[in-house]
């Protein structure tokens, strides 16, 4: 069983990665953002720091917790800070019923495993 379910989490990690954008309606309805979101995005809209700056201290070779550190943020509260916007992204794409909650609950499960592992690499 937990096989299964392992494998279940992988293709819809793999689906959460590789599937272009969904649009919704043209009415007034609000428009489904894919909820991948690249850690530069996450460093510029959640930290403040311009592409320009970004681009240049990933030449110099830092990683993201060396750049987030700047700004006061450490390791682990930069995992926080992306496990928690990722998560607002699949949760407004259930809320528009883009996914099912089962499916939303798996693509969060595999954020949250993925981030709580990651190195800060790029």
């Known amino acids: 069983m937990k096989k299964k379910q392992f494998i279940i ?9 590789k599937i272009p954008p969904v649009y919704g309606s ?42 987030a550190k700047e700004k006061g943020v450490d390791k682990e509260s930069l995992k926080k800070i992306v496990i928690k916007t990722k998560c ?3 949760d407004d794409a259930l809320g528009d019923g883009y996914v099912s909650s089962k499916l939303a609950d798996m693509m969060k499960n595999a954020v949250k495993s993925r981030t709580e592992k990651w190195n800060g690499e790029f």
């Open 9 to 17: 989490i992988i293709l819809a990690f793999f689906l959460f990665i």
């Open 26 to 67: 043209t009415d007034n309805q609000s428009n489904f953002i894919h909820p991948s979101m690249s850690i530069e995005t996450i460093l510029k809209e959640k930290l403040g720091f311009s592409e320009k700056e970004i681009q240049d201290k990933k030449r110099l070779g830092e990683n993201a917790f060396a750049i």
């Open 88 to 90: 607002k992204k699949i």
